[in-house]
C-alpha cells in the first residue's frame, strides 16, 4: 500500500508523466511478447519447410500442394501455394514475378504493431523531458518562495530525474525489441526468398536441362540423317 501511495504522488507531482511512462512501456511489452511469439512459430516453420521442400522433387505437384496446405495458416503458407500456382507458366521470369507478388503481400504481418515500438523510442525520452522540466520549474518555484527548505528543493529535483529515468527505460527497452525483431523479420524474408528461389531454380533448370539434353539428341539425329541420306543415295545409283 505504501507503494501504491508513493506511485500516486509520483503521478500526482509529475502532471501525469509518470503514469503515461508506465503505459507506454506496457505497450512495448505487451507488442514485445505478440512478436516473441509470432516469430517464434515462424522462423522454425521455415527451416522445416526448407528441409522439406529439399526432400521433394519439385515437378511433382501433389508433394508442393500437400506442403502448402501444411502451412497454409503460417506466414509461408501464400507463398507456397502462389508456387503451385505458377508451376505451370512458361519462364523462370514470369514464376519469379508471379512469387514476388505473394512475398510482398505477406510483408506486412512480419512488421505488425511494431510501430508502437518504434514510436514509444522516440516519445519515451522526449516525454521523460517533459517531467525533467517540470520537476526543475517545481524546484524553481521553491526557491522563489520564501524559506525555502532544502526538502522541497530537491523533492522536484528527484522528480525530475525519475521522469528522465523512466524515458530512457521506455526507449533502452524499445530499442532492444526494435532491433530483435528486425533481425527475425530479414531472417523471415530470406527464408522466403530461399523457398522461392529453390522451387524456380528445380523446376526450372531441370526442365531446361532436359530440353537441351533432347535438343542435342536431335540434333545428332539430324546430322547422322544428312550423312546418311546421301551415302544411301550413291548407293541406290550404283
Known amino acids: 500500500m505504501n507503494a501504491f501511495q508513493q506511485f500516486i504522488d509520483l503521478s500526482m507531482q509529475s502532471m501525469g508523466i509518470i503514469p503515461l511512462l508506465a503505459l507506454i512501456l506496457l505497450i512495448v511489452l505487451a507488442v514485445a511478447i505478440e512478436r516473441i511469439a509470432f516469430f517464434g512459430r515462424t522462423v522454425p516453420s521455415g527451416a522445416r519447410i526448407d528441409r522439406e521442400l529439399s526432400a521433394i522433387d519439385h515437378r511433382q505437384e501433389q508433394a508442393l500442394r500437400e506442403i502448402a496446405v501444411r502451412y497454409r495458416a503460417t506466414v509461408f503458407g501464400g507463398t507456397l501455394q502462389a508456387v503451385v500456382d505458377a508451376r505451370h507458366l512458361d519462364t523462370p521470369d514470369a514464376m519469379d514475378r508471379y512469387v514476388d507478388e505473394a512475398i510482398v503481400r505477406t510483408m506486412p504481418q512480419l512488421d505488425k504493431h511494431l510501430w508502437l515500438v518504434n514510436a514509444a ?115 541406290a545409283g550404283a
Open 121 to 235: 523510442v522516440t516519445l519515451g525520452p522526449l516525454i521523460g523531458l517533459l517531467g525533467t522540466i517540470i520537476g526543475i520549474t517545481e524546484s524553481f518555484n521553491v526557491l522563489g518562495a520564501a524559506g525555502p527548505s532544502a526538502g522541497a528543493v530537491t523533492g522536484g529535483i528527484g522528480h525530475a530525474l525519475i521522469a528522465t529515468g523512466c524515458g530512457l527505460i521506455v526507449a533502452v527497452v524499445g530499442v532492444a525489441a526494435n532491433s530483435y525483431f528486425d533481425k527475425r523479420a530479414r531472417l523471415t524474408i530470406l527464408q522466403l526468398d530461399l523457398l522461392k528461389l529453390m522451387c524456380i531454380n528445380r523446376l526450372h533448370l531441370t526442365d531446361y536441362s532436359v530440353g537441351k539434353v533432347r535438343s542435342v539428341h536431335g540434333s545428332h539425329a539430324a546430322v547422322q540423317s544428312a550423312f546418311v541420306r546421301p551415302v544411301g543415295a550413291e548407293l
